[in-house]
DNA sequence: ACGTTGACCTATA
DNA sequence: GTATAGGCCAACG
């Protein structure tokens, strides 16, 4: 589809752009985009991502809390959990320990 | 076009 | 420190 659905479209990039060990977060992802206060808007963009080609790793989106809120819009909870443990990230109590040490900053990195 | 929703964030009690 | 309320922007029905 070469119709980009706006917003949409720059959060499937930005999250693609996440590198493997590293989490982002809604808030900083909506801040990147020009829209500060929408990181629902983010979330949302990562719910239709199923429909989405080639797909999103929202498993390495959490939110400010690196709370993996989004866990249970996937298959099984325990998926999203599971992907970044390989990633070789440590989950603890649905959230992401070192939060701050693998979090990924698109207005930083990029 | 209006109202509701949505994987959030911030503030106040 | 925890709980509840409101606000934010954009898409969906």
Not at 78 to 105: A, H, P, R, S
């Amino acid at each position: 589809m070469i119709k980009d659905t706006s917003f949409f479209e720059k959060v499937y990039e930005v999250v693609r752009k996440i590198p493997g060990g590293r989490v982002s977060t809604y808030g900083h992802i909506a801040d990147y985009l020009g829209s500060k206060g929408a990181a629902r808007m983010v979330g949302w963009a990562m719910n239709v991502s199923h429909h989405t080609d080639p797909p999103v790793p929202a498993h390495r989106v959490v939110n400010r809390n690196g709370l993996l809120t989004g866990k249970i819009h996937f298959r099984t909870e325990d998926m999203m959990q599971k992907l970044l443990e390989n990633e070789g990230l440590t989950i603890c109590d649905d959230t992401v320990m070192n939060f701050e040490e693998v979090l990924w900053d698109p207005l930083k990195e990029l």
